[in-house]
């Protein structure tokens, strides 16, 4: 019997707590779900529509639905749905039934029809009296206006009635309501407790009647209602008058002045507050705002700001964006004292206030999402070089979902490598092998992407949605990889783990960068408004004829001319007008090895070909042995003459290694180092030589027909299609 009757207090103490002591109990179950169990149990649905970033549906989640005596009125009366207005079946409900702001609150019958609805936050015992009448036929817009009509003028009624308008559409008869009702009060009526919603929600500011009446005759609203309450409706009043006097920026169609400054001081003097404090911390705030020095003022707002509420320290933040147009120095000071106070508000409030401080700095934000399919949760490392300088990053992500906000003003290639147990691989050597990939920062922009990441595997990058930098970047690292790429992608990922020597495999790097050079070339052709086209067409420029790129660079439209890459391009492209194919090449006269002097136009009638290369270019070096081949297959038909420039101002030093490196190499033909008599012939000036190996091919009439730029470069095939 004892244990039996421990067991009964037991049970008796959980149950309050499990049963009773909790808030809404929102159901995990479609919308059909939802109908078919309040069928069931004859009730209506309530949905709450809500989303991740809205701030409202927060508060409304922590600080009202988890109420007690919420949860006691909504768990009796409805079956409970929360609905992300963004996600799976919530996308389709928030179209149906047309919801437009967040949060909205929609009561449906079990059959799916529309019973009630409203939005936006209020306080718990303010929401469940909203919802309960809005339900109640009494109270529905019908029965509020048939109420009316017949004569009823109840507190409760007029401020339902009047509220019904303003929702509706009808502000101003809305507004008429609540006048003709105020006018028709006594003045002993007009201070009581139940009219105190003329207030609260119909006196809009200090400068509406019923404000001028409240602080005319406070003493009796006091006696009526209770000072905290007054006094917190008459700061309000107040607050909202000094708010465009503390702010930057200056509010059109509003008086900011000395003299309406001093009238206002006069009315918070006379309305002696209780709670006033606040209030003289933004005077001393619009004191120095007023003398409209904006350093002074951003100072005073440092010192100020702890002492303020989170509301006031936004409503001054917000303004800060009024002061792009100022000097650098105020800007910056702008942006720091934004960055310290970002903390203020949450959600779109937060990110408002971030897009400013970020426009102050002259900077954009950079948002990159990406839905993992193979982990939960980890950490990722962000590394970029900015500025010459490397930069890491550590992230993490959670839910599958990598979320990565970044702020610049350059635009930057980068890397992500995750870092989880689950995808690392041991190597050989006693490290850890993790999947990686790379993206694009791009101030301004946005990029979404599915990850399909596996261990020891290299990822599959798929472009969602986003901006076109970003795009084009997925689009031809990833989308257009060519099995080349990908074999060797793999092979690289393989050969780490695996602990051997990349260098081992030649052909299958030749083939890969064959293929990734095909491929880039005719994604720059086939992509002239393309900023990564542009990039490209900069950074591999030696791959095409010049002719050739000067034409792709006409075809790209101004602002991506303009940019930093635009302006190389036209540069190298300006540079080398009179040396491209198809112009006749510049006349020389050089000593070779032997103390012969060659001269091109004693060469006149057949192809000469020009090999500029050093004996410290290692790819010019192991261009070498090909070269010979080519000299014994081509030597009848074409004069072959190496142009060797050396990295020393010791002549003698230059010679030594010029000397050597022919012997070495084994080259017979003719070779003249540029080095000797540079002062009177310069044949890399001559021929516009910026990067080595650089191989010259020109007709028997002089005309320059192929500029051969790269170790990579077969000189053969070009000699095939020319000599041949």
């Known amino acids: ?39 069931k149990e004859k009730k209506m649905v309530f949905v709450d529509f809500y989303t991740t970033w809205c701030g409202p549906c927060k508060m409304m989640s922590s600080e009202v639905f988890t109420r007690e005596q919420v949860g006691a009125y909504f768990n009796r009366e409805f079956v409970n749905l929360k609905v992300d207005a963004e996600k799976g079946e919530g996308v389709e409900l928030a179209k149906k039934y047309q919801v437009k702001a967040y949060p909205t609150f929609v009561v449906l019958k079990a059959d799916g029809t529309e019973v009630y609805r409203t939005s936006g936050a209020r306080p718990a015992e303010e929401f469940v009296d909203k919802i309960r009448k809005g339900i109640d036929p009494k109270w529905s817009p019908e029965g509020l206006t048939r109420r009316y009509k017949k004569g009823e003028r109840t507190p409760e009624l007029v401020n339902e009635y009047a509220l019904l308008q303003m929702e509706t559409g009808n502000g101003e008869l809305g507004n008429q309501v609540v006048r003709e009702y105020f006018d028709r009060l006594s003045d002993k009526r007009r201070v009581k407790p139940e009219n105190f919603f003329l207030y609260t929600r119909y006196a809009l500011n200090y400068r509406d009647p019923k404000a001028d009446y409240m602080f005319a005759n406070k003493d009796r609203f006091v006696k009526e209602n209770g000072r905290e309450k007054v ?25 900011v002045n000395e003299g309406e400054w001093i009238r206002l001081k006069e009315k918070i003097r006379d309305a002696a507050l209780s709670n006033g404090e606040g209030l003289v911390e933004l005077g001393e705030i619009a004191e120095v705002r007023l003398k409209n020095n904006m350093k002074d003022y951003l100072n005073i707002c440092r010192k100020k700001f702890p002492q303020l509420e989170e509301r006031d320290r936004f409503s001054i933040l917000v303004g800060f964006g009024f002061l792009k147009e100022q000097d650098e120095e105020i800007r910056q000071i702008a942006a720091d004292l934004l960055r310290d106070n970002l903390n203020v508000a949450e959600g779109l409030n937060n990110r408002v206030l971030y897009s400013i401080m970020l426009e102050l700095e002259g900077k954009k934000e950079f948002r990159l999402r990406a839905a993992i399919d193979a982990v939960k949760k980890g950490k990722v490392i962000v590394s970029y070089f900015s500025k010459e300088k490397f930069v890491q990053e550590e992230h993490e992500f959670d839910n599958h979902v990598l979320d990565i906000s970044m702020a610049g003003k350059d635009t930057l290639s980068a890397g992500v490598r995750f870092l989880c147990d689950e995808l690392a691989t041991p190597t050989a050597r006693g490290t850890k092998q993790n999947p990686h990939f790379s993206f694009m920062i791009v101030p301004g922009e946005f990029a979404v992407l599915k990850l399909g990441l596996e261990k020891g595997k290299v990822p599959v990058v798929k472009w969602e949605r986003g901006g ?28 780490v783990i695996q602990g051997g020597d990349i260098r081992d495999y030649p052909r299958e790097f030749q083939r890969s960068f064959d293929a990734n050079k095909r491929k880039t070339m005719e994604f720059i052709r086939g992509n002239p408004d393309s900023y990564i086209a542009l990039v490209k067409l900069a950074e591999h420029y030696i791959w095409f004829d010049e002719n050739e790129a000067e034409d792709i660079y006409s075809r790209f439209p101004e602002n991506l001319k303009g940019n930093p890459y635009g302006r190389v391009i036209a540069q190298r492209l300006e540079r080398s007008r009179d040396f491209r194919t198809g112009r006749p090449a510049k006349n020389f006269e050089k000593k070779d090895m032997n ?33 010979k081949e080519l000299y014994e297959k081509y030597k009848k038909q074409v004069i072959f003459i190496n142009v060797a420039q050396e990295n020393t101002r010791d002549l003698n030093e230059a010679r030594k290694l010029w000397r050597t490196a022919v012997k070495e190499d084994g080259m017979t033909w003719t070779q003249i180092l540029n080095n000797e008599g540079r002062e009177t012939c310069d044949m890399i000036r001559l021929f516009n030589i910026s990067s080595f190996p650089t191989k010259v091919l020109i007709d028997p009439n002089g005309i320059v027909v192929a500029r051969m730029v790269g170790g990579m470069v077969d000189a053969g095939e070009v000699l095939e299609k020319m000599v041949d």
């Open 1 to 39: 019997m004892k244990i039996k009757l421990v067991l009964f207090w037991m049970i008796a103490a959980i149950l309050p707590l499990s049963s009773f002591a909790q808030g809404v109990d929102f159901k995990e179950l479609t919308m059909q779900e939802a109908l078919t169990l309040a069928e």
């Open 231 to 255: 006094d917190s409706l008459l700061y309000g009043w107040l607050r909202q008058q000094v708010m465009p006097f503390v702010s930057a920026r200056i509010i059109s169609g509003m008086e």
């Open 468 to 495: 076109s930098v970003s795009r084009d970047f997925v689009r031809l690292n990833y989308d257009l990889l060519t099995p080349e790429e990908a074999g060797y992608n793999q092979l690289m990922v393989d050969n």
């Open 595 to 627: 103390g012969k002097t060659v001269s091109l136009e004693k060469l006149r009638g057949k192809y000469v070909l020009l090999d500029f290369w050093g004996s410290w270019c290692g790819p010019c070096r192991e261009s070498h042995p090909h070269l």
